[in-house]
Nanobody
Framework: QVQLVESGGGLVQAGESLRLSCDTS????????MAWFRQAPGKEREFVAT????????MYADSVKGRFTISRDNAKDTVALQMNSLKPEDTAVYYC???????????????????WGQGTQVTVSS
């Protein structure tokens, strides 16, 4: 059974940091791009960051560029999102996702990702 499990969410104050982790199991994703998306109440799911299968190609949403860092460890089947200088507008449920295709990169539409975790809540207070 394919599983992506996010962890690391929580409640922080503006300016603080959080590190999200995504553990994968059930199949290997080391030939697939991985991404983080987020969804705030009443809003559509939006792209946050993506990393290619090798880790060499990374792309961020403009809203998080310079504050968030995506990384992956294929040996451990994990993906991480380091979030610094958090803002109240970063409040959302954050989802880890694996690309539907192999060896893709820079894909930012949620429909291009076939495997999803259950999400982890991030709340940033002002």
């Amino acid at each position: 059974q394919v599983q992506l499990v996010e962890s690391g969410g929580g409640l922080v104050q503006a300016g603080e940091s959080l590190r999200l982790s995504c553990d994968t199991s059930g199949r290997t994703f080391d030939n697939r791009a991985m991404a983080w998306f987020r969804q705030a109440p009443g809003k559509e799911r939006e792209f946050v960051a993506t990393i290619s299968w090798s880790g060499a190609i990374i792309m961020y949403a403009d809203s998080v560029k310079g504050r968030f860092t995506i990384s992956r460890d294929n040996a451990k089947d994990t993906v991480a999102l380091q979030m610094n200088s958090l803002k109240p507008e970063d409040t959302a449920v954050y989802y880890c996702a694996a690309d539907a295709g192999t060896y893709q990169y820079r894909r930012t539409k949620w429909r291009e990702y076939a495997y999803w975790g259950q999400g982890t809540q991030v709340t940033v207070s002002s």
